[in-house]
């Protein structure tokens, strides 16, 4: 089986790239190297047929659309302040080139669509939102990928996972992603002033998503026409709560509450993953693990890059 991944030098495709080099496929891996990504193992193995490139690149996606069994669109401007920061490329790339994909594709290539629970923008204060709840993004990032979703599954050969926010390491790390950020900060800083301690989110660990996405693909044919929220359910936290947790681990770490400040960033939502649970997948590594992990990647001073 042939597959194509974009965006496969970022932080969840490199990871998923890794993971897949064990699995009789054929894989590439396009990715426009815009964080200046180097020694990636999805860029420097031979078992990857990597291209550098950009999802906007028509005749280059056509060509390497024909060449696919199935598809991992996992290029994207992602997150709300690098969208803000890039709008045009935000629709371009998030919105456009997946509804350039949906067009030039036959009824018999698969998709693998990760979007985000950040769809869901606020949700409702006592209710857990469930792949049929009402979608209210907030952001350039969250409406470029409700749209891009819609398109996908007007396609029966397609899946969408919405995915929680993601927490972990990789070979392309992300600090910009709450737990990832939290814990950095507990690490190097020891101090975070915390504002709006009541908002809330579902949480996944890396390996979870790469899961996931392999699960996709080995059972495709049973969860295919399908949107499914993809999280671990012991993972729905308040950010108050996953300060308390970060002081499990990180022992010198302090937080204080805001009494007057504002967090930019207004999601607030708890997420139901029995659908996909269901069907057999369930995220099992646990934000206590991911939280060691990250702290002793960030001890050692390992690279970081930028996001935004």
């Given at each position: 089986?042939?597959?194509?991944?974009?965006?496969?030098?970022?932080?969840?495709?490199?990871?998923?790239?890794?993971?897949?080099?064990?699995?009789?496929?054929?894989?590439?891996?396009?990715?426009?190297?815009?964080?200046?990504?180097?020694?990636?193992?999805?860029?420097?193995?031979?078992?990857?047929?990597?291209?550098?490139?950009?999802?906007?690149?028509?005749?280059?996606?056509?060509?390497?659309?024909?060449?696919?069994?199935?598809?991992?669109?996992?290029?994207?401007?992602?997150?709300?302040?690098?969208?803000?920061?890039?709008?045009?490329?935000?629709?371009?790339?998030?919105?456009?080139?997946?509804?350039?994909?949906?067009?030039?594709?036959?009824?018999?290539?698969?998709?693998?669509?990760?979007?985000?629970?950040?769809?869901?923008?606020?949700?409702?204060?006592?209710?857990?939102?469930?792949?049929?709840?009402?979608?209210?993004?907030?952001?350039?990032?969250?409406?470029?990928?409700?749209?891009?979703?819609?398109?996908?599954?007007?396609?029966?050969?397609?899946?969408?996972?919405?995915?929680?926010?993601?927490?972990?390491?990789?070979?392309?790390?992300?600090?910009?992603?709450?737990?990832?950020?939290?814990t950095y900060i507990a690490v190097k800083e020891k101090f975070l002033l915390l504002y709006e301690p009541h908002f809330r989110r579902n949480y996944i660990h890396l390996l979870d998503v790469v899961g996931g996405m392999i699960f996709g693909i080995k059972n495709f044919s049973d969860l295919k026409g399908n949107?499914?929220?993809?999280?671990?359910?012991?993972?729905?936290?308040?950010?108050?709560?996953?300060?308390?947790?970060?002081?499990?681990?990180?022992?010198?770490?302090?937080?204080?509450?805001?009494?007057?400040?504002?967090?930019?960033?207004?999601?607030?939502?708890?997420?139901?993953?029995?659908?996909?649970?269901?069907?057999?997948?369930?995220?099992?590594?646990?934000?206590?693990?991911?939280?060691?992990?990250?702290?002793?990647?960030?001890?050692?001073g390992n690279q970081i890059f930028k996001n935004y």
């Open positions: 089986m042939k597959i194509l991944i974009t965006g496969g030098a970022g932080y969840i495709g490199s990871k998923l790239i890794e993971k897949l080099m064990d699995q009789e496929l054929s894989i590439t891996c396009l990715d426009n190297l815009m964080f200046d990504q180097k020694n990636l193992t999805s860029m420097n193995s031979d078992k990857i047929n990597f291209v550098k490139g950009d999802v906007r690149d028509q005749t280059l996606m056509k060509d390497l659309y024909k060449k696919s069994d199935i598809i991992i669109p996992l290029a994207a401007i992602v997150g709300a302040p690098l969208s803000a920061k890039m709008p045009k490329e935000t629709e371009e790339i998030n919105f456009g080139s997946i509804d350039f994909m949906c067009k030039n594709l036959s009824k018999d290539q698969k998709v693998i669509m990760p979007v985000t629970n950040s769809g869901y923008g606020i949700g409702k204060k006592d209710e857990m939102c469930d792949e049929n709840s009402p979608l209210n993004p907030i952001s350039a990032y969250g409406k470029t990928k409700v749209k891009a979703e819609s398109v996908i599954m007007e396609r029966e050969n397609s899946i969408s996972y919405r995915l929680a926010t993601v927490f972990g390491t990789s070979e392309r790390m992300r600090v910009d992603l709450l737990v990832n950020n939290f949107i499914y929220n993809l999280g671990l359910s012991e993972a729905n936290l308040t950010k108050e709560q996953l300060c308390i947790e970060i002081q499990k681990i990180v022992k010198d770490f302090k937080f204080e509450i805001s009494k007057d400040g504002t967090d930019e960033d207004k999601r607030d939502y708890f997420v139901s993953n029995q659908k996909i649970e269901k069907k057999g997948f369930k995220a099992t590594h646990s934000l206590h693990d991911g939280i060691e992990e990250l702290k002793e990647y960030y001890l050692k």
